[in-house]
């Protein structure tokens, strides 16, 4: 069974850093593409970022130069590493693996976390 | 970026009944366009993945159609557990882009 945990959310100030942790399980995850998305009330689901198994990274323009994503394929753990937060950066965060179709990845998302909630207020 | 709209915005049905939802793209997004189930305190969940293709596990009542800027889920027979927020996401171009979201409560 695939399972991804998420963690390190929390209440955090104005321009200070996070770092988010996606623990895999129940896949050969590297060998798949995973992604960061995140949900707010106002705004919705917004993709976040996407990094392949072979370590190709996208970005939504909006966290271009702020956040990072990365992958520990030896331990199964994606990470997104958040700078320079913003209250517009508060959301729950999902890590999601994205779904292998045609024997490549896709830009869908099959599996999901429970979600790491962020909250950026002074 | 590509802009998805979602209609009607709250569906009100029964179960049993057959219901369509709809997913308007700006522009062409070609055949890639999926369909998740939100229900409340969970996460998303793929329903339907280039356009029609039920992702592992669903059921057979769902089915997606359309291409280019139209799309449309439809549930054949509303089960109990189907009530839920759908939303349509297309990867056809950067940024991935998801719809607003329609909710099927029950009537």
């Known amino acids: 069974e695939v399972q991804l945990l998420e963690s390190g959310g929390g209440l955090i100030q104005p321009w200070e850093s996070l770092r988010l942790s996606c623990a895999a399980s129940?896949?050969?995850?590297?060998?798949?593409?995973m992604s960061w998305v995140r949900q707010t009330p106002n705004k919705g689901l917004e993709w976040v970022s996407t990094?392949?198994?072979?370590?190709?990274?996208y970005y939504t323009d909006s966290v271009k130069g702020r956040f990072t994503v990365s992958r520990d394929n030896s331990i199964s753990t994606l990470y997104l590493q958040m700078d320079s937060l913003t209250a517009d950066d508060t959301a729950i965060y999902y890590c999601?693996?994205?779904?292998?179709?045609?024997?490549?990845?896709?830009?869908?998302?099959?599996?999901w976390g429970q979600g790491t909630l962020v909250t950026v207020s002074a | 970026e590509i802009a998805l709209t979602q209609s009607p915005g709250t569906l009100s049905l029964s179960p049993g009944e057959r219901v369509t939802l709809s997913c308007r793209a700006s522009q062409s997004v070609s055949s890639y366009l999926a369909w998740y189930q939100q229900k409340p305190g969970q996460a998303p969940r793929l329903v339907i993945h280039?356009?029609?293709k039920r992702a592992t596990g669903i059921p057979v009542r769902f089915s997606g159609s359309g291409s280019g800027t139209d799309f449309t889920l439809t549930i054949s027979s509303l089960a109990p557990e189907d009530f839920a927020v759908y939303y349509c996401q297309q990867r056809s171009a950067w940024p991935y882009t998801f719809g607003q979201g329609t909710k099927l409560e029950i009537k």
């Open positions: 990094l392949t198994n072979g370590g190709t990274s």
């Open positions: 280039n356009v029609s």
């Open positions: 129940g896949f050969t995850f590297s060998t798949y593409a």
């Open positions: 999601a693996s994205n779904l292998q179709y045609g024997g490549t990845w896709s830009g869908f998302f099959d599996s």
